[in-house]
């Protein structure tokens, strides 16, 4: 019996020190992490990975002690167990954090342990895994050491204990509404709404304009613009160039650690000089205030989902949420909206009480809707859906029938697109206000070999809907064909208020001109760094060589007669295509030497992993 006590009080002091381990891998990511994103709502990431990164190392931490204890036939002294499941429980998840943090934040998820740098990268990593886990393994000992064999277990307790309290102080989820001010604008000044529906393709909008909803409501008492381009193809950096009126390499949001920077001036701070109240509902983490998309605005309200095992929106950002949160995705058969995002119903009901609240006018109002988004669910809700974290890389022979599940969502949407405009109706802001409807990005299904956003610039990613609808508009139910920006889209709407441009924007209004240059886009996600440039009818795209979406480095073609760009004309037109591809350079050239360069604008901050 007193063999049988001496072994567990081993293998227990062994689990406890691993527990202390995983606190003290949890202390390390959460600092880095919060000391690299901008200011948060919230520090419940620390208890988070404490608590996770704890019973992950208390597990590791008692499996390394039964191992070496039996190594030791059974004799192994209670010291040395402490030790061993400290060292391993720090060893084996600081070399995980590291590799993926590293790879995050140096090499935008592209290293590749195959090649030479990328074996000298993982030994450098594996040294310092080591090192902290020596770090680990001398805490565990000096616990056991003062405290006895529960010290470890101690020590983790006041560690949570401390993290616990950093939650508590830090939580301003429930803060109080701002005072609002009494508006400065002119008598009569419009508002001004802008409705984001991410991930909306244009051939999509149109379609549900068919079936006479929220989009055909735009469509008749406002400008459609048919040929209206995103200057990405995913969230955070087409967002940053809607609000700034820069080109992503100017205002420097392009990859997935990326801040919007405190010196990019946005529409909303363009605005509030002028007496606008300004407000913003979204429900996408990729532009919520742990990047800085808040800066402006009176009020934003960033309606998070409801993250898996407690987390908040701030743990998201840690190693160990993002590999709970695959498996969970990869064993579980039902997945439910609201654990990716509020849908259109939730977010309408929330904007609803906002106006119902009689806000100060003129308002700016940014509204982010995310149905159309993965995971493409089947509505009416049911626990079943087709989610990118799952299933990455879906059959081509399912193109079809996930497009016509993407299509579903859309329509869904467009029912509270129409209830959130009828309310305004109701409420009079509806001619009173200039409003534009729009998308980030669109979606791929498998047009190219691929799905989702983010990896290409090809027409089906790019080109997205616009309609504006100004009080009162001259030229309603109208259809343009000639090139339009998202990049225009704030200039436009400050015209339509008679509200002067700001000086950093590089926008036009569409009002009062047409697009006179060619078309950029650019793209730096993943490992692809892609530009495109469209002069007339010719299209380029360059691409970055050995890029992991597996685009050639250059495509050319001609939308006039292959505007579904399945004709790569870049051998046979060459002459053409260097043509363009000098032309694309300069252009690069001046409309970054128009604002800050990336290099010295892009902010680091860690990514949710969503």
Do not use: C
């Not at 995705?329 to 259109?344: A, C, L, P, T």
């Amino acid at each position: 019996m007193h063999g049988l006590i001496r072994h567990l009080r081993g293998l227990l002091s062994a689990g406890l020190s691993g527990a202390l381990g995983g606190a003290l891998v949890a202390a390390a990511e959460t600092a880095l992490v919060t000391w690299t994103s901008a200011a948060n709502d919230e520090y419940w990431l620390v208890l988070f990975g404490v608590l996770a990164y704890g019973a992950l190392g208390a597990g590791l931490g008692l499996a390394a002690g039964a191992v070496w204890h039996l190594a030791r036939g059974g004799r192994a002294a209670e010291q040395s167990l402490a030790q061993v499941g400290g060292f391993v429980a720090v060893l084996l998840p600081a070399f995980v954090v590291g590799r993926y943090h590293v790879n995050q934040r140096l090499f935008d998820e592209s290293l590749s342990f195959a090649s030479s740098l990328g074996a000298m990268t993982y030994g450098a990593i594996g040294v310092g895994a080591v090192l902290a886990g020596l770090v680990g393994m001398l805490a565990a000992r000096a616990a056991s050491r003062r405290l006895g064999a529960l010290g470890p277990g101690l020590v983790f307790a006041a560690l949570v204990a401390v993290a616990w309290g950093i939650g508590v102080a830090t939580d301003r989820t429930n803060a109080p509404a701002p005072e609002r001010h009494a508006a400065t604008a002119p008598a009569g000044a419009p508002n001004i709404v802008l409705i984001i529906v991410d991930t909306l393709r244009s051939d999509a909008a149109d379609w549900a304009a068919e079936q006479g909803a929220g989009f055909a409501m735009m469509a008749r008492d406002g400008v459609t613009f048919a040929n209206a381009y995103s200057q990405s193809s995913w969230t955070r950096p087409s967002v940053a160039t809607m609000l700034t009126s820069q080109y992503p390499s100017v205002h420097g949001v392009e990859q997935k650690m990326d801040i919007l920077p405190s010196g990019a001036q946005t529409l909303a701070e363009h605005l509030k000089p002028h007496g606008y109240w300004t407000a913003a509902f979204t429900t996408n983490i990729n532009v919520a205030p742990i990047f800085n998309f808040q800066q402006g605005f009176d009020e934003f309200h960033y309606l998070e989902p409801s993250f898996y095992f407690g987390a908040t929106d701030s743990a998201t950002k840690l190693a160990v949420y993002k590999a709970l949160r695959a498996a969970r995705e990869r064993v579980s058969s039902k997945i439910w909206v609201e654990n990716f995002y509020q849908d259109g119903d939730v977010l309408d009901r929330e904007v609803e009480a906002w106006l119902g609240s009689k806000p100060p006018e003129p308002f700016f109002l940014l509204v982010h809707y995310m149905d159309p988004h993965d995971p493409y669910f089947e509505i009416p809700y049911n626990g079943r859906g087709i989610a990118r974290v799952s299933t990455p890389n879906p059959p081509g022979t399912q193109a079809q029938a996930l497009h016509d599940l993407y299509k579903t969502n859309v329509q869904y949407h467009d029912r509270f697109l129409e209830k959130l405009l009828r309310r305004m109706q109701a409420t009079g802001a509806y001619d009173r206000s200039i409003i534009a409807l729009t998308a980030d990005h669109g979606e791929e299904f498998y047009e190219h070999g691929g799905w989702w956003h983010g990896t290409t610039l090809y027409e089906e990613a790019v080109h997205v809907p616009l309609k504006i609808k100004r009080p009162k508009e001259p030229q309603a139910g109208t259809r343009r064909t000639d090139l339009a920006r998202t990049l225009d889209i704030g200039p436009t709407l400050l015209a339509a208020a008679d509200l002067p441009a700001a000086g950093s924007f590089q926008g036009i209004d569409l009002f009062s001109g047409t697009v006179e240059e060619p078309l950029l886009a650019e793209e730096d996600l993943e490992g692809n760094r892609l530009t495109s440039f469209r002069r007339d009818d010719w299209k380029l795209i360059v691409a970055n060589p050995g890029n992991p979406r597996g685009l050639a480095p250059q495509e050319l073609y001609n939308l006039a007669v292959d505007p579904r760009e399945q004709n790569n004309l870049a051998a046979t037109e060459s002459g053409r295509a260097s043509e363009l591809a000098a032309q694309m350079e300069e252009m690069k050239a001046r409309v970054r030497g128009s604002g800050p360069t990336a290099s010295t604008a892009r902010t680091h901050a860690a990514d949710p992993g969503s």
